[in-house]
């Protein structure tokens, strides 16, 4: 059984349902990487922010890595990867900014995107802030 089939994201779920299944097959991916989880869905206060899917946190550099969960059932207009737009990108990285602003001292950091459709793939530093 995959992890897809493990989180329920087959079937005949709710959207918010495979919604969390898939958040939590990434999250579930992403810690047998040795990724440790730090925040999951981080919103920015009040209208028109943001939103990050899972914050984690990569031991062997310390790296915080802002990750963007992105599911299809279907690869059509682009599947996963093409729903992640360029408005999709500048929330994620204001979001993360706002996060940043929390912590004494930033550390290195960098934007990755976990696509869901007939697997699971990682897309380590899919974008970046500029």
């Given at each position: 059984?995959?992890?897809?089939?493990?989180?329920?994201?087959?079937?005949?779920a709710?959207?918010?349902?495979?919604?969390?299944?898939?958040?939590?097959?990434?999250l579930?991916?992403?810690?047998?990487?040795?990724?440790?989880?730090?925040?999951r869905?981080?919103?920015?206060?009040?209208r028109?922010?943001?939103?990050?899917?899972?914050?984690?946190?990569?031991?062997?550099?310390?790296?915080?890595?802002?990750?963007?969960?992105?599911?299809?059932?279907?690869?059509?207009?682009?599947?996963?990867?093409?729903?992640?737009?360029?408005?999709?990108?500048?929330?994620?990285?204001?979001?993360?900014?706002?996060?940043?602003?929390?912590?004494?001292?930033?550390?290195?950091?960098?934007?990755?995107?976990?696509?869901?459709?007939?697997?699971?793939?990682?897309?380590?530093?899919?974008?970046?802030?500029?």
């Open positions: 059984m995959t992890d897809l089939q493990k989180n329920g994201i087959a079937g005949g709710t959207t918010k349902q495979r919604g969390d299944a898939g958040e939590e097959a990434a579930a991916h992403l810690q047998r990487a040795g990724l440790t989880l730090v925040a869905n981080y919103r920015t206060p009040g028109g922010g943001g939103e990050i899917d899972l914050i984690v946190r990569d031991p062997r550099d310390g790296t915080l890595v802002f990750v963007e969960v992105r599911q299809r059932t279907r690869g059509t207009h682009g599947g996963a990867g093409g729903s992640i737009t360029h408005v999709k990108q500048r929330r994620i990285v204001f979001a993360a900014r706002h996060y940043l602003t929390r912590l004494r001292t930033p550390p290195p950091c960098r934007f990755d995107v976990v696509l869901i459709e007939d697997g699971i793939e990682w897309l380590q530093g899919a974008f970046d802030a500029g």
